[in-house]
């Protein structure tokens, strides 16, 4: 539990049901205000500055963060791993205050779970997890807003209507490593009333006390959960098919035997279409992307909608660091 008493977003569970359709319908009005109406914010975070304190590399979370607070008029500062005595030459804690003291907010990417945990413990601001090696929250979001767009009807606007409508009853199959993209899907799709299905190798499964949370969370809102080691089986009947890098970061050592063990579970248009996924299939995935785990004619289809899932990490943070430094909530 946080000393400080300030909201956080750590992990999915952060965000109830509720609170997950409103930040997917701020994100979309932000994005439609900005890119459609020409709008600007009003500058809300003028005078603040959000910290980005990142152990590890990022193209798409450090830009859409950075991006975003400049749009809410306030100051980005990024602080990487060689930059910062991040955990090397000072205590986590430490560092925690120092920083907490001088900045209205805190993204953090981190390596052990464990790590943003005791940032948050002892921050005075908020902190989002920009990704751990068990969740990445704020890409979830961007998926979801992203299906959203895709599923709202003819004639309505993504902002105008919820995603607990749009996304109601669609299942999405994940085929690939047990990861913390997996993890964070799991959790958060049944609170729009999404089925999850998924094929993992033997040894590569997700996390077993947040497997129990995601069934928790799906007899809740009554959707299904289905495990497999067999892809096939997990496409079947899938409306989205998604996969991630089978070789996470801080994990490149085991790149030998990790492409050994996921032998077979490359994402091909052959192999989603004899799975008899949906005929209208989609197709996302969180990048960086590796041609292991989905080929071209896959990545590179009609069907992939990668890159407005990659720029809607931008709304989806914005929404979120709009909430928590604004707001002060979410
Ligand atoms: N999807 C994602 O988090 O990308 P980056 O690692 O480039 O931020
Ligand atoms: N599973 C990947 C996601 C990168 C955005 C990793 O943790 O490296």
Redesign the pocket.
Known sequence: PSVTGVPHLLTDNDLSPQQLTNIIQSACKFKHEAKVLGKASGAPLAGKTMALMFS???????VATETAVTYLGGHAMFLGAQDIQLGVNESLLDTSKVVSSMVDGIMARVGAHSEIETLAKYSTVPIIN??SDLY?PT?ILADLMTLHELYTPKGSEPHTISPATTLKNLKLAWVGDGNNILHSLMLQLPKVGMHISMATPKGYEPNADILKQALNNAKLAGTDVEVYNDPKEAIKGADIVVTDTWIS?GQEEEKKQRIQAFAGYQLTTELIESSGAKPDWKFLH???RKQEEVTDDVFYSPRSHVFQE?EN?KWTILACINQLLVHKGF
């Open positions: 590890k590399r990022s193209t798409r979370t450090r920009a990704l990445h890409q970061m969180c990048l960086p990659a990490r």
